[in-house]
C-alpha cells in the first residue's frame, strides 16, 4: 500500500519541487500530467478549476490559466469529462463519441430538441452570427416568437447546453459572473484540433482510458472509468488493450479488492516529501473510494449537508503532508476583510507532531495567493488550537 500511495502521488505531481516563481511551462506540465482541472461554481474559498495548480506549483498568477482557456493558441477548452471540465485541447477528437452521443445527454436537453427544434436551430444561428454570447444575452437580443410555448431563459439555456453537448458550440471563456461565452467551435479550438480526424469510439477509449492510467500511475477499472465518466464495457476493452500493448501492467495492492493497473511509465519514488492543501475536486481525491484505498481517509464533501449535520464543515480541504493525508480544514474566503478563515481544523489518528506547524505554512502561502492579508483560526475541531498557536506570527501584508 505505501507503495502505491508513493506512485498515486508522483504521477499527480506531488514529488516535484514547486518552482519560484510558476510560469507557462509550469502549468503546461500539470496540464500535461491530469489532462483535466474540474470546474464547480463554488467560490466560498477559490473557484475549484484553479486549486490544482497551487496545490501542485503553488502561489500562481491564475491569469495563466485563463489565458489558457479563453486566449489562442488554446491549451484547454471545456466540456463535460470529469462533470464540467478544463480539458486539454488535443483530448477533444477522443470525446467527440459523446459528442456524438445524444442518448447520453441529460433528459431536459433532450426534451428541448424534441419540443422546438426550430429553437435550437435559432439559438445556433445566434451564436454563429453575434459569438461569443451568454444565454442571457441570445434571450435579450432575439425577437420572442409568437408561439404558445414562448421565449424564455431555461429553453435558450437548454438549447445551449443541447449545442454545448453535442460539440456543435463550445466555450470561448467563462464572464465575471461565471457564465459560460458560446462560440463555435472552430473560432476557438485550435485549428490543428479541428481537424484532427474522429477516432473510432474504441481508439477513443484506449486513448481516454491511458490518459487517465498516466494521471493515476496505478488504478483499478473504476478509477479508469471515472476519470473521463466513461461506460464499464468500453473502458474494460481498452483497459485489455492497453494490457496487450505493454501500456498498462497488472498489478495486485495489497487491501486493494479489486485488479489493478500500473502504467508503464509510472515512477516509484522512494520518499515523498508534499506539503499541498487539495480542492475537493482535485484529480487525487475526488474518487472518494480510491481516496479510502489509498490513504485510508474517510472523505465526504458537505456542501449540500444541512449545516447541523456536518461532520467537519461546508467546504472541507484535506491536507497532504509527505505520502498521506494527515487533517482536514473547513476553509473559508472573507473577501470583504481579506481574512482567510478556518473554520474548523481536524487532525487524523496518525497525524504526526508537526503536522499543525506544516499546516500554518500551507495556509499562509495561500492567504498570500489570494492576496488575504491574514489567517484567522476558529477554535473547532481538535486541531484548532495547535494551528492557533502555530499562526501567532500572522504573515506580512500583501497589499
Same mark, same amino acid.
Given at each position: 500500500m505505501p507503495q502505491a500511495r508513493?506512485?498515486?502521488?508522483?504521477?499527480?505531481?506531488?514529488?516535484?519541487?514547486r518552482p519560484v516563481a510558476p510560469t507557462p511551462?509550469?502549468? %503546461?506540465?500539470?496540464?500535461?500530467?491530469?489532462? !483535466? #482541472?474540474?470546474?464547480?461554481? @463554488?467560490?466560498?474559498?477559490? $473557484?475549484?478549476?484553479y486549486m490544482p495548480l497551487f496545490s501542485r506549483i503553488g502561489p500562481y498568477d491564475v491569469g495563466l490559466l485563463d489565458r489558457a482557456f479563453a486566449r489562442a493558441p488554446r491549451r484547454l477548452f471545456e466540456y463535460w469529462a470529469h462533470e464540467a471540465s478544463l480539458v486539454r485541447t488535443d483530448l477533444q477528437p477522443a470525446l467527440r463519441f459523446r459528442m456524438q452521443d445524444p442518448s447520453s445527454a441529460w433528459g431536459g436537453m433532450r426534451r428541448v430538441v424534441q419540443e422546438h427544434p426550430g429553437l435550437v436551430d435559432r439559438v445556433l444561428d445566434e451564436v454563429a452570427s453575434r459569438g461569443p454570447?451568454?444565454?442571457?444575452?441570445?434571450?435579450?437580443?432575439?425577437?420572442?416568437?409568437?408561439?404558445?410555448?414562448?421565449?424564455?431563459?431555461? %429553453?435558450?439555456?437548454?438549447?445551449?447546453?443541447? !449545442? #454545448?453537448?453535442?460539440?456543435? @458550440?463550445?466555450?470561448?471563456? $467563462?464572464?465575471?459572473?461565471?457564465?459560460?461565452?458560446?462560440?463555435?467551435?472552430?473560432?476557438?479550438?485550435?485549428?490543428?484540433?479541428?481537424?484532427?480526424?474522429?477516432?473510432d469510439e474504441q481508439e477513443a477509449h484506449r486513448l481516454l482510458v491511458e490518459v487517465c492510467a498516466r494521471a493515476h500511475g496505478v488504478a483499478t477499472q473504476g478509477c479508469l472509468r471515472d476519470y473521463f465518466r466513461l461506460k464499464a464495457a468500453p473502458t474494460k476493452a481498452a483497459i485489455a488493450d492497453l494490457v496487450?500493448?505493454?501500456?498498462?501492467?497488472?498489478?495486485?495492492?495489497?487491501?486493494?479488492?479489486?485488479?489493478?493497473?500500473?502504467?508503464?511509465?509510472?515512477?516509484?519514488?522512494?520518499?515523498?516529501?508534499a506539503r499541498s492543501l487539495l480542492s475537493p475536486f482535485d484529480p487525487l481525491v475526488f474518487e472518494r473510494?480510491?481516496?479510502?484505498?489509498?490513504?485510508?481517509?474517510?472523505?465526504?464533501?458537505?456542501?449540500?449537508?444541512?449545516?447541523?449535520?456536518?461532520?467537519?464543515g461546508y467546504y472541507v480541504l484535506p491536507f497532504l503532508l509527505g505520502d498521506a493525508l494527515v487533517a482536514r480544514v473547513d476553509l473559508k474566503a472573507d473577501r470583504r476583510r481579506g481574512v482567510l478563515v478556518v473554520k474548523g481544523a481536524y487532525a487524523e489518528p496518525e497525524a504526526p507532531r508537526e503536522t499543525a506547524a506544516e499546516l500554518a505554512v500551507e495556509l499562509q502561502e495561500m492567504a498570500r495567493w489570494l492576496r488575504l492579508s491574514d489567517v484567522e483560526v476558529q477554535p473547532r475541531g481538535d486541531l484548532a488550537a495547535r494551528l492557533l498557536v502555530s499562526m501567532s506570527g500572522g504573515i506580512p501584508d500583501v497589499g
Amino acid at each position: 500500500m505505501p507503495q502505491a500511495r508513493r506512485v498515486a502521488l508522483a504521477a499527480q505531481g506531488f514529488t516535484g519541487r514547486r518552482p519560484v516563481a510558476p510560469t507557462p511551462a509550469a502549468l %503546461a506540465r500539470v496540464t500535461a500530467r491530469l489532462g !483535466l #482541472f474540474q470546474i464547480d461554481s @463554488v467560490n466560498v474559498l477559490v $473557484r475549484a478549476h484553479y486549486m490544482p495548480l497551487f496545490s501542485r506549483i503553488g502561489p500562481y498568477d491564475v491569469g495563466l490559466l485563463d489565458r489558457a482557456f479563453a486566449r489562442a493558441p488554446r491549451r484547454l477548452f471545456e466540456y463535460w469529462a470529469h462533470e464540467a471540465s478544463l480539458v486539454r485541447t488535443d483530448l477533444q477528437p477522443a470525446l467527440r463519441f459523446r459528442m456524438q452521443d445524444p442518448s447520453s445527454a441529460w433528459g431536459g436537453m433532450r426534451r428541448v430538441v424534441q419540443e422546438h427544434p426550430g429553437l435550437v436551430d435559432r439559438v445556433l444561428d445566434e451564436v454563429a452570427s453575434r459569438g461569443p454570447l451568454t444565454a442571457r444575452e441570445i434571450e435579450h437580443d432575439v425577437p420572442r416568437p409568437t408561439e404558445h410555448w414562448g421565449w424564455n431563459w431555461s %429553453a435558450v439555456k437548454r438549447c445551449l447546453e443541447w !449545442l #454545448f453537448w453535442t460539440g456543435q @458550440v463550445t466555450s470561448a471563456r $467563462r464572464n465575471p459572473a461565471f457564465e459560460r461565452m458560446y462560440d463555435l467551435p472552430e473560432r476557438v479550438l485550435p485549428p490543428e484540433v479541428v481537424a484532427t480526424p474522429t477516432p473510432d469510439e474504441q481508439e477513443a477509449h484506449r486513448l481516454l482510458v491511458e490518459v487517465c492510467a498516466r494521471a493515476h500511475g496505478v488504478a483499478t477499472q473504476g478509477c479508469l472509468r471515472d476519470y473521463f465518466r466513461l461506460k464499464a464495457a468500453p473502458t474494460k476493452a481498452a483497459i485489455a488493450d492497453l494490457v496487450d500493448a505493454g501500456t498498462l501492467l497488472p498489478v495486485e495492492v495489497t487491501g486493494w479488492p479489486r485488479p489493478a493497473y500500473l502504467h508503464h511509465s509510472a515512477v516509484v519514488p522512494r520518499r515523498v516529501r508534499a506539503r499541498s492543501l487539495l480542492s475537493p475536486f482535485d484529480p487525487l481525491v475526488f474518487e472518494r473510494s480510491r481516496v479510502q484505498a489509498l490513504f485510508r481517509f474517510r472523505y465526504r464533501i458537505e456542501i449540500y449537508v444541512p449545516e447541523h449535520q456536518r461532520m467537519h464543515g461546508y467546504y472541507v480541504l484535506p491536507f497532504l503532508l509527505g505520502d498521506a493525508l494527515v487533517a482536514r480544514v473547513d476553509l473559508k474566503a472573507d473577501r470583504r476583510r481579506g481574512v482567510l478563515v478556518v473554520k474548523g481544523a481536524y487532525a487524523e489518528p496518525e497525524a504526526p507532531r508537526e503536522t499543525a506547524a506544516e499546516l500554518a505554512v500551507e495556509l499562509q502561502e495561500m492567504a498570500r495567493w489570494l492576496r488575504l492579508s491574514d489567517v484567522e483560526v476558529q477554535p473547532r475541531g481538535d486541531l484548532a488550537a495547535r494551528l492557533l498557536v502555530s499562526m501567532s506570527g500572522g504573515i506580512p501584508d500583501v497589499g
